[in-house]
T-cell receptor, first 112, second 111 residues
Framework: DGGITQSPKYLFRKEGQNVTLSCEQN?????MYWYRQDPGQGLRLIYY???????QKGDIAEGYSVSREKKESFPLTVTSAQKNPTAFYLC???????????FGEGSRLTVL | ELKVEQNPLFLSMQEGKNYTIYCNYS?????LYWYRQDPGKSLESLFV???NGAVKQEGRLMASLDTKARLSTLHITAAVHDLSATYFC???????????WGAGTKLIIKP
């Protein structure tokens, strides 16, 4: 089945540690996105990529980094510079730079 | 700058009643999307509205888009408990094609 796979589903991190969230899609979509959602809040864009080897900062990129070395993969690293990283992270993709987004199941990160 | 406002942000209603969620946006756009999110889950696409006057229906939900008024509505007919969720609208920016999200409407339907 085509879709977007995020892993891990749950992740616990100690303060000061970097963690990497995986996002893989087999939809052959060009564009991929990372969003952050805090409890009871809407979605905020962290980074997006419209093509392999290229990505742009979203509204809240500070403390995060990404790479897009393959079309199907868009991992997100939450660095120790991110002061409040506890949140629900959602990866999405779309066929092109515009249009409907398809979401993965999400990764819930908790900093202990 | 494109801004998107949903209202109400919270809605508690009885089963069997009708209600409407509103999504207003501040600059021109012809593309609007509605998503549903269940507690602790990801987002599921409900409707894609791509032109003025577009109307889509799925079961007890109907969405419409008025690009001149910069308004979309999500109408719930004869609500049932299973429709309890948070509903988000997202508007596509004409300048960079990114989606700008509303804050979400948390809908609770009581039996």
């Amino acid at each position: 089945d085509g879709g977007i796979t995020q892993s891990p589903k749950y992740l616990f991190r100690k303060e000061g540690q970097n963690v990497t969230l995986s996002c893989e899609q087999n939809l052959n979509h060009d564009a991929m996105y990372w969003y952050r959602q805090d409890p009871g809040q809407g979605l905020r864009l962290i980074y997006y990529s419209q093509i392999v080897n290229d990505f742009q900062k979203g509204d809240i990129a500070e403390g995060y980094s990404v790479s897009r070395e393959k079309k199907e993969s868009f991992p997100l690293t939450v660095t120790s510079a991110q002061k409040n990283p506890t949140a629900f992270y959602l990866c999405a993709s779309s066929p092109g730079p515009a249009g409907e987004l398809f979401f993965g199941e999400g990764s819930r990160l908790t900093v202990l | 700058e494109l801004k998107v406002e949903q209202n109400p942000l919270f809605l508690s209603m009885q089963e069997g009643k009708n209600y409407t969620i509103y999504c207003n946006y501040s600059t021109t756009s012809d593309r609007l999307y509605w998503y549903r999110q269940d507690p602790g889950k990801s987002l599921e696409s409900l409707f894609v509205l791509l032109s003025n006057g577009a109307v889509k229906q799925e079961g007890r939900l109907m969405a419409s888009l008025d690009t001149k008024a910069r308004l979309s509505t999500l109408h719930i007919t004869a609500a049932v408990h299973d429709l309890s969720a948070t509903y988000f609208c997202a508007v596509e920016s004409d300048s960079n094609y990114q989606l700008i999200w509303g804050a979400g409407t948390k809908l609770i339907i009581k039996p």
